[in-house]
Nanobody
Framework: QVQLVESGGGLVQAGDSLKLSCAASGRAFSLYTMGWFRQAPGKEREFVARISSSGATTNYGDFVKGRFTISRDNAKNTMYLQMNSLKPEDTAVYYC????????????????WGQGTQVTVSS
């Protein structure tokens, strides 16, 4: 089992950058595929990015278009999401999630979730 805690959200202006972190506690972080999802008010939760257990493979939601970078440091049990060129439509609560072994872009396949961190982008 793994516990996840996000940090790094905040209020920024359009065009700014933010780096989110997801700290994991528990065993065998390096066995988990990790993902970032987001949910804006009145909308369904949306896939943002995922990274394989080793960090070798990543995938992004179509809307990212090269603006975000997901990474992880297994020695520190931490995953990151570097977000550049932020837009007002990126405003949402961002969640990190963990899934053991195989990769997935569907939130229904992730077993462990953090509490979320708010990202607000003003125009």
């Amino acid at each position: 089992q793994v516990q996840l805690v996000e940090s790094g959200g905040g209020l920024v202006q359009a065009g700014d950058s933010l780096k989110l972190s997801c700290a994991a506690s528990g065993r065998a972080f390096s066995l988990y595929t990790m993902g970032w999802f987001r949910q804006a008010p009145g909308k369904e939760r949306e896939f943002v990015a995922r990274i394989s257990s080793s960090g070798a493979t990543t995938n992004y939601g179509d809307f990212v278009k090269g603006r975000f970078t997901i990474s992880r440091d297994n020695a520190k049990n931490t995953m990151y999401l570097q977000m550049n060129s932020l837009k007002p439509e990126d405003t949402a609560v961002y969640y990190c999630a963990a899934r053991k072994y195989t990769a997935s872009d569907s939130d229904r396949d992730y077993n462990y979730w953090g509490q979320g961190t708010q990202v607000t982008v003003s125009s």
